[in-house]
C-alpha cells in the first residue's frame, strides 16, 4: 500500500539496522525543482544567459526539504518570520545559478557540479554559510577543494587565495593541503603579490613549517613586505616573532643537500657603472621586441637521487650595450624538466639586479622527483615575453663527482637533493638490475673509488 515510502530495515554486517531498497530516496531526484509538488517557490536573480524575460526566476523547492538541510529556512519557514506564510519568497541578490548548485546538493547529493574557476566557488560556499548549510556540508566540500587544488588548474594558480579562506571557512585539512602545496615550491609563491593578502594565522603556519623550498632570502622579503602591508594591523612584538622565526633558518630554508657542479660565478663588483634613466631609449625599443633565447642542461644520474631543485648563474646582457645590461627588473622564465618518460614545467617571476655585480645566482625549486641511477635528465630554460633578457652563464665544463654527469649545457651550477643513502652500488630499492650486474658493479665500484675531495657537496652555509 505504502509502496517505495515503506521503511524496510535489516540488519548489516556490523549489525546495525540498513535501510533496503533505498526508501525515499530513491524518489527524492524526482522531486528537484518540480513544481507538481511544490509548496513554496523561490525566486531568484535572474542570471541565465539564454532566459531574458524577467528579472527573476523561480526555484520550485519543499518546505520540510529546506528546513531539514538549512537552519536559515528552518526558521524563515516554520518560524515567526512572514515568510512562514508565504508561497514565494524572494531572495534577493542570489543568483539562480548558484542556488541550483546548492540545491543540487541538498536534493541529490552533489557537493559541486563542476570545477569551476575560484570566483564559483566562493560564490556557491558563501551562499552555502548564508542558508546555514555549512555544518552539513562542511567536511564534503572540503575534501572536494583539496582534490580541486590538485586537478584543477584554475584553483592551483590561486593556491594562495585558497590557502587564505580555508582559515576564513575553517577548514583545517584544506589549510594543510594548501600549506604543504606552498612550501614545496614556496620560492615560486613568495613572489607573488596576494602572498602579502595572507592572514596572520596562515603566515604563522608556513613559518613553523620544517620544510620551505626557498632561500632565506626570498623568505626575508616576503615577511617584510607582508608586515609592510599589515603594519598598521600588527603589534610591533608580532613582527618582531615573525623576523625572529626567519632569521632561524639557514640560506636554504630546509636541511637540503647542495652538490656545486660548477666552480662559482664572479661576484667582483664592476667598474665605472653608471646610473640609468627609468627607460633609457635602448630598453624602450627593446620592450617591443621579443628576443627569445632558450638553454638546456643534458645529464646523467650516476646514484639515485631525489631532485629538489637547482641554481643556475645569470649575467648581463651585453648584446644591447654596457648600458643595457646594467638595469634591476623582472621577467618570466620558463623551466622544464624531463627524465624517462615523464616532465615538470613551470614558469617562475624572476627578480635581478645587475647594477652591482655582472652576474647572479637564481635558486629554483620544484616538488621531488625521484631519479633512478642512469636517468637521463635534461632541463630547459626560455625566456618569456619581450624586454631585456639576461644570458644564463656556460661555465663550459663541470667538476668531476659521483651523483651527476653533466652531457651537455653546462648551465646547472647545482644541484639541490634530499640526503639518500643506496647500496654501494648507489641503486635504490625501485632500481632495474642490469643483465650484466656483476660486471657493472666491478666498473661502479672501480669509478666510486675516486678520490673524495673530487666531489664538492657543501652544506647551505658554505654556498656561496
Known amino acids: 500500500m505504502f509502496g517505495n515510502c515503506c521503511r524496510i530495515l535489516e540488519k548489516n554486517e556490523s549489525g546495525q539496522m540498513a535501510l533496503i531498497g533505498g526508501g525515499f530516496s530513491n524518489n527524492v531526484n524526482k522531486l528537484f525543482n518540480d513544481p507538481e509538488l511544490s509548496d513554496v517557490a523561490i525566486l531568484l536573480d535572474n542570471d541565465e544567459g539564454l532566459d531574458t524575460t524577467g528579472a527573476t526566476k523561480t526555484f520550485h523547492a519543499h518546505r520540510v526539504i529546506l528546513a531539514t538541510m538549512s537552519d536559515y529556512f528552518r526558521s524563515m519557514l516554520f518560524g515567526s518570520f512572514v515568510e512562514a506564510t508565504k508561497k514565494e519568497i524572494r531572495l534577493p541578490g542570489v543568483p539562480y545559478s548558484t542556488f541550483v548548485k546548492v540545491m543540487e546538493f541538498v536534493y541529490l547529493g552533489k557537493t559541486f557540479p563542476s570545477a569551476g574557476t575560484l570566483e564559483e566557488v566562493v560564490e556557491f560556499y558563501s551562499l552555502v554559510r548564508m542558508l546555514l548549510m555549512d555544518s552539513k556540508m562542511n567536511s564534503h566540500f572540503e575534501k572536494w577543494m583539496i582534490r580541486q587544488i590538485e586537478t584543477n588548474e584554475s584553483l592551483k594558480n590561486d593556491l594562495l587565495k585558497v590557502f587564505a579562506l580555508a582559515f576564513e571557512w575553517d577548514m583545517l585539512a584544506l589549510k594543510t593541503k594548501c600549506n604543504s602545496n606552498i612550501c614545496e615550491v614556496a620560492n615560486e609563491y613568495l613572489a607573488e603579490s596576494s602572498f602579502v593578502e595572507l592572514p596572520l594565522e596562515a603566515v604563522q603556519m608556513m613559518l613553523g613549517t620544517s620544510r620551505i623550498s626557498c632561500t632565506r632570502d626570498e623568505l626575508k622579503r616576503a615577511i617584510l613586505a607582508w608586515i609592510s602591508h599589515h603594519e598598521s594591523e600588527i603589534a610591533a612584538d608580532v613582527a618582531h616573532e615573525l623576523n625572529r622565526k626567519v632569521a632561524k633558518f639557514g640560506k636554504l630554508c630546509h636541511d637540503f643537500n647542495v652538490l656545486s657542479l660548477c666552480r662559482k660565478k664572479n661576484q667582483q663588483k664592476p667598474e665605472n657603472v653608471q646610473s640609468l634613466p627609468e627607460r633609457p631609449e635602448k630598453i624602450e625599443a627593446m620592450l617591443e621586441i621579443p628576443y627569445e633565447h632558450s638553454y638546456s642542461s643534458e645529464m646523467t644520474i650516476l646514484k639515485c637521487i631525489a631532485l629538489r631543485g637547482i641554481k643556475i648563474c645569470l649575467e648581463a646582457n651585453q648584446q644591447f650595450g ?49 631519479c633512478c641511477k642512469e636517468t637521463q635528465v635534461v632541463f630547459r630554460f626560455s625566456w618569456k615575453g619581450s624586454g631585456v633578457q639576461p644570458l644564463l652563464h656556460n661555465y663550459g665544463y663541470a667538476k668531476i663527482n659521483r651523483k651527476i654527469d653533466i652531457i651537455s649545457g653546462f648551465y646547472v651550477t ?51
Open 414 to 464: 647545482h644541484i639541490i637533493y634530499l640526503n639518500q643513502e643506496y647500496e654501494s652500488d648507489g641503486r635504490c630499492p625501485e632500481c632495474p638490475v642490469p643483465d650484466d650486474y656483476d660486471s657493472y658493479y666491478s666498473m661502479s665500484s672501480y669509478h666510486d673509488s675516486i678520490e673524495e675531495e673530487m666531489e664538492t657537496e657543501q652544506s647551505e652555509d658554505d654556498d656561496e
Open 322 to 370: 654596457p648600458k643595457c645590461g646594467r638595469i634591476k627588473s623582472e621577467l618570466e622564465l620558463c623551466f622544464k624538466i624531463q627524465w624517462d618518460y615523464d616532465n615538470y614545467q613551470r614558469n617562475l617571476t624572476v627578480l635581478y639586479d645587475f647594477t652591482q655585480h655582472e652576474q647572479q645566482s637564481v635558486t629554483i625549486f620544484f616538488p621531488e622527483i625521484a
